[in-house]
């Protein structure tokens, strides 16, 4: 069974900058969630995805914007990066169904200048 | 508002000292209290997921427990392994988006 992956593992980007964060969901998980985190504080929900669309939302502005693929692979995609999403952003995977118990990824490392 | 808060915010112990960690949440309908361990620059690993009050669940040395009101990660005789970051996480009534606690750091002496 393959574990959720994440890459890159590290990234820096500056100011007004565009990144793609990639995610390969848990062997047979077809449910993806991003979350943010930064230093010492617990994981913030960005978004969802289920059968390639977007199912939920947290409080996150529209440059913030994901897809997902038919293997159920996804990505983060932020846009105008701004100093303050200089954090950790982690990848989870899920069966629908059991979409509460998430596996999460590694994460990417994200510094922006 | 839904809630997740943990205390304390980092716990300090000597090998083989037993302690416990607090999470405390104001979720409506809670549907399932979930806790994780995270090391430094890594993802969360699913620990335990907890739907009832009176409900206890145990794995090697970890014991966590549910009330109406709290949860409690019961740690025994811990060695320096168990150093990590303990999170606890609660679902909101969109049934797809958990608010997690800002987590309690622990760190065992060897």
């Known amino acids: 069974e393959t574990g959720v992956t994440q890459s890159p593992t590290h990234l820096i980007k500056t100011r007004g900058q565009q990144v793609t964060l990639r995610c390969s969901s848990q062997s047979g998980h077809n449910t993806v969630s991003w979350y943010q985190q930064a230093l010492g504080q617990g994981p913030q929900f960005i978004f969802q995805?289920?059968?390639?669309?977007?199912?939920g939302r947290g409080n996150f502005p529209p440059r913030f914007s994901g897809l997902q693929f038919p293997n159920y692979s996804s990505e983060l995609n932020v846009n105008a990066l701004e100093l303050d999403d200089s954090a950790l952003y982690l990848c989870a995977s899920s069966l629908w169904g059991a979409v509460l118990e998430q596996f999460f990824g590694p994460g990417t490392r994200l510094t922006v200048l | 508002e839904d809630q997740v808060t943990q205390s304390p915010e980092a716990l300090r112990l000597q090998e083989g000292e037993s302690s416990s960690l607090n999470c405390s949440y104001t979720?409506?309908?809670?549907?399932?209290l979930f806790w994780y361990r995270q090391d430094p620059g890594k993802g969360p690993e699913f620990l335990f997921t907890?739907?009832?009050?009176?409900e206890e669940k145990e794995k090697e040395r970890l014991k966590a427990t549910l009330t109406k009101k709290e949860s409690f990660l019961h740690i025994t005789a811990p060695k320096p392994e168990d150093s990590a970051t303990y999170l606890c996480a609660a679902p909101m009534d969109s049934n797809y988006q958990l608010i997690w606690g800002a987590g309690t750091k622990l760190i065992i002496k060897p």
């Open positions: 995805y289920y059968r390639e669309e977007e199912n």
């Open positions: 979720v409506s309908g809670l549907r399932g």
């Open positions: 907890l739907y009832s009050a009176g």
